[in-house]
């Protein structure tokens, strides 16, 4: 039986999904535009009012927002509701320049809980479920947002938060969790500890998981899958649209579909802001159409990603995202060669080394340097030379550029309890 949370919007015809998005849009649009000063005088600016926009067709037509935005009106600058509306902010980890804060009506979070409750449905969650969400909780949206999806859909909750990651496993073993939420690297390194500790799958009852937060590879979700014994599920969205459940992966493990009737995606050229057509990649641009407190129009998330609007074999007709292939601003450029740490991963893991690995990036003599830090698998054998320089090889193959790799001992590179912090740019410092 195919698992549905709301089935009548998650398998709705694509026709009254498009006629649900115009008619929300325009009362979106009529809203900020009327309560958010920020977006009308960008609006103005542009020379759209909002009987310009009849429905999805006319989006093209407002202008974008982007984070350079967010900061620029923090901290209330783009709130449409009175503070007094309001029941709780989120943040994000920002680590350079102004954090981003998002705010919440109790309807606002509503949506959002029932968003996260469609990913742990599609995942096989149900009432008999016992979920343990070891995102962070507090400012971070990950631990709220799949702690409140999943008393939605009434599975026992275990909010662990993350950390202290023996006594996840012990947890995990005497209450017996079937489901999973973390970050895929948290998720990794669980999985280690299990084995560490002596246990295999056979001592857990886990059976799925539910990992976003951060880009991670294909090659990743099957080492996670058979570390823990389970099916591995994507789950994305950011701060800015609330938080987790934008969209999410289901049975069919071929991207996440987005909960369109909340937010109406758009794939644009990054450098013009063209519009490009369904199966381009570009940066993804969100617009909300039922947020009341923090309604973002044209929102540009800076992530690369494809849309596809391909049957799926799960029955829902909601549109697809593929797992987004890094931030705009995360590629690194090395010696003019565009790099993604994914595909760095995406070598390491198909030669039979762990997700840990360390990038590191430098410029000595005006000249860029690539340094990569892996550890060591014990079962390929003593010449670790030569495996340095096969798997330099390989990488060479992949990124068009040649790095230094280093094996280093295991157990010696940071794990992650969060988000994985995987590269070091170093010319940024002496910049
Ligand atoms: O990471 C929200 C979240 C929590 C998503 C838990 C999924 C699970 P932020 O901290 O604002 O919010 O970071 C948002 O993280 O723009 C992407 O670059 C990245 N990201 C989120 N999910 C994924 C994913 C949360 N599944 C930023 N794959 C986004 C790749 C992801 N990157």
Redesign the pocket.
Known sequence: MANYWNQEIECMSREDMKKLQDERLVAQVKYVYDNVKYYRDLMDEKGVKPEDISGTDDLHKLPFLSKADLRDAYPYGLLAKPLSECVRIQS??GTTGKR?VAFYTQNDIDLWEDCCARAIVAAGGTKEDVCQVC?GYGL???GP??NGGSHKVGCLTLPMSSGNTERQISFMRDLGSTILCC?PSYAAYIGETLHDMGYTTDDIKLKAGI??????TEEMRHSIEESLGIKAY???????TS??GVSFECSEQTG?HINEDHFIPEIIDPETGEVLPDGEVGELVFTSITKEAFPLLRYR???LCVLSRKKCSCGRTLIKMS??MG?SDDMLIIRGVNVFPSQIETVLIEKGYTPNYLIEVDRVNNTDTLDISVEINPDMGENIAAQEKALATAMKTMLGINPKVHLVEQKSITRSEG?AVRVIDRRKLHD
Do not use: C, H, N, Q
């Open positions: 994000t980890s981003v995102y971070f949206t990950g947002g799949l970050t990992f976003g937060a951060e880009p991670w994507d789950i994305y969205g950011l701060t800015e938080g987790p996440m998330t800076r992530d797992k987004p931030r988000k």
